[in-house]
């Protein structure tokens, strides 16, 4: 069974699997690894386990070698250096009243470049802020606006149900969310209960989604006229998971049942058409 290992590339960042190949880690293990943006040192945060989800989402990247000691000491003084230019360039910023907010700095493990993520209602002319940044710097200056949904990403924290952002662990992607999703699984659209960190929709109103739509296919809409044993009435509440409704008897009661009591769903009246004015 294939085995995968913590890695966190960057300080509070985001923790990504790696396969461990026949490296034989412990957590602290600083390791070389190879991503889109070219070699990085990272920390081994979690020890190898076997995959439980098979097969897995994407291919795994596997571990290059074990980093040496001129690696971590340049990795940490990255580290170092990232704290430094992170304050710098947010008082630059501040000094030219850019209206733009500065999320993160990264600067690559080989010194190439340094990228700074930031976020703006709209576009924002930053030419002079780069040219402030080469002086000091001596690099490759790159900068990428992003939205608050990649903010949270990255920055990380926890949200209304306690545990850390889901986007900041394991999504990789953001699917599109809808406040129909909201009203499909009965729930508050009061905007402080259905908003994430971001300020955006919470992305865990896809996770469940497609089953309420599946479950209420199979349950009487609300306002639906039945028949049950207890008489006929109308559907005035529904309880999704549990398939079952709260039926407003025509005797003027009130009784829960289950789908499988409906004896019998009274079609709709039809309306006459209206006749068109000449």
């Keep these: ?108 493990f080989d010194g190439s470049k340094m990228v700074l993520y930031f976020t703006a209602e709209g576009r924002v002319d930053f030419r002079e802020l780069v040219k402030d940044l080469v002086r000091e710097f001596r690099t490759r200056i790159e900068l990428r606006q992003i939205g608050v949904r990649n903010q949270a990403k990255m920055v990380g924290g926890l949200g209304t149900c306690g545990r850390v952002l889901c986007c900041n662990t394991f999504l990789n992607s953001f699917a599109p969310v809808t406040i129909k999703m909201a009203k499909d699984q009965n729930i508050s659209l009061n905007p402080n209960k259905i908003s994430g960190m971001c300020g955006r929709l919470m992305c865990c109103l896809t996770y469940e989604h497609k089953e309420y739509v599946k479950i209420k296919k199979r349950l009487p809409r609300i306002g639906r006229r039945i028949v049950t044993s207890e008489g006929k009435g109308k559907v005035i509440r529904q309880d999704v998971l549990k398939e079952r409704l709260t039926v407003l008897l025509e005797s003027g009661g009130e009784i829960e049942i289950g789908i499988k009591d409906v004896i019998k769903q009274i079609p709709s009246k039809q309306q006459p058409k209206k006749k068109k004015r000449k």
């Design 1 to 108: 069974m294939p085995k995968l290992v913590g890695i966190q590339l960057k300080n509070g960042g985001r923790i990504h699997d790696f396969d461990p190949g026949h490296f034989v880690l412990k957590k602290g293990d600083k390791v070389m690894v190879i991503t889109e943006d070219g070699p990085a040192v990272g920390c081994v945060c979690h020890e190898s386990q076997y995959k439980t989800q098979i097969p897995f989402p994407q291919p795994l990247k596997k571990i290059f070698r074990m980093a040496t000691k001129e690696e971590i000491d340049s990795y940490e003084h990255n580290c170092y250096l990232e704290e430094v230019w992170y304050k710098f360039s947010y008082k630059k910023i501040k000094e030219r009243s850019l209206p733009m907010s500065l999320v993160s700095l990264e600067r690559r």
